[in-house]
T-cell receptor
Framework: GAVVSQHPSWVICKSGTSVKIECRSL??????MFWYRQFPKQSLMLMAT?????????EQGVEKDKFLINHASLTLSTLTVTSAHPEDSSFYIC??????????????FGEGSRLTVL | GQNIDQPTEMTATEGAIVQINCTYQ??????LFWYQQHAGEAPTFLSY??LDGLEEKGRFSSFLSRSKGYSYLLLKELQMKDSASYLC??????????WGAGTKLIIKP
């Protein structure tokens, strides 16, 4: 299957700082990537859809200025949590479709990034 | 609104069979997915159903009934490593994925 790599896996930061999370498709080109957030014992919540070369599409209730998404190339999307606060502590996961390989459109997920804001 | 229901938690015994149900109410239907998610890890794809019936893949099978808005994931010959959360997700008419909250499966020796 397709491989999506996410970095860093764990990050601890002080309140008020910014954190950048990278998501890379290693063996395919992803024109679209999806960013999810997952709180403990809860399901995945789609934050935004990242489109290569254009602005991300954010879900209702997700602050665009707080969660900056950049999809500069077909293999890289980044999520920056700006001025992070303890309530932003969560598990952030990126995913992508490999349209060339899969005909069912299943998502391939990165390893996830666990953010803890002190 | 759109809704996907799964049991919160299930317990089964190693070597046994377990069925995890999923019911959905969505605006349109373009396929149903099952994912497995181990604690602290990202989900991995298990199965996809778009037509009614049973899809078998090794120890795992997935069933779909579109008229009933119902699916189940069947796990046979349970192993300890099957302890995980199982997520049901439906693609709606806009091809947006709607996620269930997941079913935590606990396997006991």
């Amino acid at each position: 299957g397709a491989v999506v790599s996410q970095h860093p896996s764990w990050v601890i930061c002080k309140s008020g700082t910014s954190v950048k999370i990278e998501c890379r498709s290693l063996d395919f080109q992803a024109t679209t990537m999806f960013w999810y957030r997952q709180f403990p014992k809860q399901s995945l919540m789609l934050m935004a859809t990242s489109n290569e070369g254009s602005k991300a599409t954010y879900e209702q209730g997700v602050e665009k200025d707080k969660f900056l998404i950049n999809h500069a190339s077909l293999t890289l999307s980044t999520l920056t949590v700006t001025s992070a606060h303890p309530e932003d502590s969560s598990f952030y996961i990126c995913s992508a479709n490999n349209r060339l390989a899969g005909d069912v459109g299943e998502l391939f997920f990165g390893e996830g990034s666990r953010l803890t804001v002190l | 609104g759109q809704n996907i229901d799964q049991p919160t938690e299930m317990t089964a015994t190693e070597g046994a069979i377990v069925q995890i149900n999923c019911t959905y109410q969505t605006s349109g239907f373009n396929g149903l997915f099952w994912y497995q998610q181990h604690a602290g890890e990202a989900p991995t794809f298990l199965s996809y159903n778009v037509l009614d019936g049973l899809e078998e893949k090794g120890r795992f099978s997935s069933f779909l009934s579109r008229s009933k808005g119902y699916s189940y994931l069947l796990l046979k010959e349970l192993q300890m490593k099957d302890s995980a959360s199982y997520l049901c997700a439906v693609k709606d008419s806009n091809y947006q994925l709607i996620w269930g909250a997941g079913t935590k499966l606990i396997i006991k020796p």
